[in-house]
């Protein structure tokens, strides 16, 4: 939440007080109602009664905003930043995530690394808010039994690791992420080989006979995804990835209700300039399958991009840090797919034996070869 100026006088503001929004208010108990990922609704926690608020939906006229990339980097007005919702900010001391909370969920550990050294975060400006978010579809139940099967397959893990790994601290968030378009032309130019092989006394020798060769590509840069995370392992995010993108809903705070919401940690200038390094090495990639031959070199690619357009969504995951030993760790599911991922430590005897175990294979089969 930012803080704002102080008076002109010299006295010190109140500490803003942050109040949930009434329409998310349970009819009956007047608690506030949460987002519940199994009955696609938004619940009382404490009496189970459903909000009568309406949430937006996508539908066949729902159009999902897109914004002219070039201009965007050069200004993108504050009437596009904020919550629309009462939220406060703090930074993990440890991780150094930002999360945005509900007011009545701060004061808890960090979601990313299960720190308690949180610290107020006053921003100079609000986020620019998101256009759109995927609502969270995995319930919690859903998503434990997940991560139970996903232990279950660590078999090169210590035998202690199911029942010492912490499993009571799983929590759904929703990530931030900018998604890019674009449309690409390219003029492509290189050197491409043919293979021929060549007597040389006893031996064959593979000679390359290099001719020139050009082309052009042209390619479409649909929702290229890139993670504006800090509290996340990014690897473990391309693991669950891709989020269904076509399944998005124009932002309604609602679906966040009850919900932790990281700030955006990558801005639009540093996420732009990951997305064009990734778009360039894949059409480099494309036009270097393009060329004739066995094999080629000297390629150089004369890229043109158009039409380039940007969003900023939020993308919902469950999210485990548990403890093993002296180390933490974590596991990641994808809220909409299920598709998850995560790290965990390794028992490096059952890796000494797995090693034993094919160097006697390894040794029985040579020697029944021999024989």
Request: charged residues 20%.
């Amino acid at each position: 939440m930012a803080v704002d100026d102080q008076p002109a006088d010299g006295r010190e503001l109140d500490p803003p007080v942050a109040t949930a929004r009434a329409e998310y208010h349970c009819p009956a108990c007047g608690a506030e109602a949460h987002w519940n990922p199994g009955k696609q609704r938004l619940i009382c926690p404490f009496c189970g009664t459903e909000s009568p608020a309406t949430l937006e939906v996508r539908g066949g006229a729902t159009v999902i905003v897109e914004h002219d990339l070039v201009a965007a980097l050069r200004n993108i007005p504050d009437s596009a930043r904020g919550w629309k919702a009462d939220k406060t900010s703090v930074r993990c001391q440890s991780c150094q995530a930002i999360s945005v909370f509900s007011p009545e969920k701060v004061g808890r550990n960090c979601e990313f690394c299960g720190s308690a050294a949180l610290v107020p975060y006053e921003q100079v400006k609000d986020a620019f808010r998101p256009e759109s978010l995927l609502p969270l579809k995995i319930a919690e139940s859903n998503a434990r039994d997940l991560i139970r099967k996903w232990y279950g397959r660590q078999w090169l893990a210590p035998n202690r690791f199911r029942s010492k790994a912490l499993t009571d601290t799983v929590h759904a968030l929703y990530l931030p992420y900018w998604t890019f378009d674009a449309k690409v032309d390219a003029d492509w130019t290189a050197e491409a080989g043919e293979y021929y092989w060549v007597q040389v006394g006893k031996n064959r020798v593979r000679k390359v006979r290099w001719y020139p060769a050009s082309g052009s590509i042209s390619h479409v840069f649909d929702d290229e995804l890139v993670c504006a995370s800090a509290g996340v392992s990014a690897g473990m995010l391309r693991r669950i990835e891709p989020f269904p993108t076509d399944q998005l809903i124009p932002y309604d705070p609602g679906y966040l209700a009850g919900w932790t919401v990281e700030r955006y940690q990558i801005d639009i200038i540093a996420a732009a300039e990951r997305s064009r390094q990734h778009m360039d090495a894949v059409i480099r990639d494309m036009c270097a399958s393009e060329v004739p031959g066995d094999t080629h070199r000297n390629l150089q690619v004369d890229a043109r991009y158009h039409d380039q357009t940007f969003k900023h969504i939020l993308t919902p995951v469950w999210l485990l840090t548990y403890t093993f030993g002296s180390s933490n760790y974590q596991v990641v599911v994808n809220g909409v797919t299920g598709t998850i991922a995560g790290t965990r430590p390794w028992s490096w005897i059952k890796i000494t034996l797995l090693i034993l175990l094919a160097l006697a294979i390894v040794l029985i089969v040579a020697s029944l070869s021999q024989d």
